[in-house]
């Protein structure tokens, strides 16, 4: 059974455009953009969200060895395309275990990656002064992350990208040491064919389950 679109900030009800308001609506954060239901994830779903995303689709390139794509989960309709994606991966863990990466890109103003970091969104604020957490390689470019302080038990960093926000999130904490192995990120949008590649596993409940950050209340 299909699910209903949400809020992206708190996963919250929200209402569809209507006479009154030409945007969806949630009762606490007023008009967002509505994250989709998350679906199992196949290469045809991930090609889709690819072919009308409106922000980079990150993934790990080439995937670590024995990681799969667990899930893809985008906020955006049918008049706006996807201005905010979250890709879910999963596999064996540097310090052994098994880990998860999502990594989230998304316009200002989403709060989807902010949720999942479990910090009071809708964005992480102004950079730290001080020096990045960690480094991945982003469409080639070097890319700074700092440390995003939330509740979630993960190791969160947040960044800059392509004009847009990045988040990478690893679960454990520990999995974070992926990030000493020079990740390498790609946006699946210049994958072309390859895409078709992509090995899939069971749709992670990490993309559905997400708590409501403390303090987080109506937008001011």
């Known amino acids: 059974m299909k699910g209903e679109p949400s809020c992206p900030r708190c996963g919250g009800t929200v209402q569809p455009p209507g006479l009154w308001s030409s945007g969806w609506a949630c009762a606490l954060h007023g008009t967002v953009l509505p994250q989709q239901p998350v679906v199992q ?4 779903v991930v090609s889709d969200v690819v072919r009308r995303s409106r922000v980079p689709v990150w ?3 080439p995937l670590p060895h024995a990681w799969v794509v667990t899930g893809v989960a985008c906020a955006g309709d ?3 395309g996807p201005r905010a994606v979250v890709t879910s991966l999963s596999g064996p863990a540097p310090l ?3 880990g998860e990466l999502l990594l989230v890109s998304e316009e200002p103003g989403v709060g989807l990656g902010a949720r999942y970091a479990g910090m009071p969104g809708p964005d992480p604020g ?3 002064d001080g020096p990045p957490g960690a480094k991945v390689s982003a469409a080639g470019h070097p890319t700074a992350l700092w440390c995003a302080a ?3 038990a993960c190791a969160a960093y947040v960044g800059e990208a392509l004009g847009n926000w990045l988040y990478v999130l ?3 904490e520990s999995a974070g040491a992926l990030l000493l192995e020079d990740l390498q990120l ?3 949008r210049d994958l072309g064919h390859e895409i078709e590649l992509l090995p899939t596993g069971a749709l992670t409940p990490r993309l559905a389950s997400v708590p409501l950050a403390p303090g987080r209340g109506p937008t001011p």
Do not use: F, N
């Open 186 to 188: 790609v946006d699946a």
């Open 78 to 80: 049918d008049r706006t």
């Open 96 to 98: 052994g275990g098994l």
């Open 59 to 61: 993934l790990p390139w």
């Open 41 to 44: 994830p196949t290469v045809e």
């Open 170 to 172: 690893l679960w454990p």
């Open 126 to 128: 102004l950079v730290p």
């Open 150 to 152: 939330g509740d979630s």
